[in-house]
């Protein structure tokens, strides 16, 4: 019994740092807002550079219906630390719900819902 606790310590132990460690590669999306014809979203990235894509689909909400009202995307290289990515396209005026993804390497790495005014 002696034995068996410290291995299922050790074994718990390197599981939980997997766990930690894991969702620190992965850029972070922060603020998402919409001014000047284009959708402002602030990336934050563990490492760089790297080249990704940023993709916004802008959804309104109406009746109880989610609809797509727009897609946009653009291609990008993020910095290390916090980088403030534009991305251009018209919007009309009214609340809605963005999805925001960034993609490196055909993969998705990051994906949020974040709800702008216009």
Known sequence: ???RMPTCFTVFALLALMVLVAG????GVGDVSYHNGSVWVTITSPS???D???????HQLKDFHQTEVAFFETPVTLVQGEN???VPGEIP???YKTYVYVIQNNERRTAVIRDIEV
């Open 1 to 3: 019994m002696s034995v």
């Open 24 to 27: 620190c590669t992965s850029p």
């Open 48 to 50: 760089g550079p790297a």
């Open 52 to 58: 990704a894509y940023v993709q916004v689909t802008v």
């Open 84 to 86: 403030v990515i534009s």
């Open 93 to 95: 005026p009214g609340n």
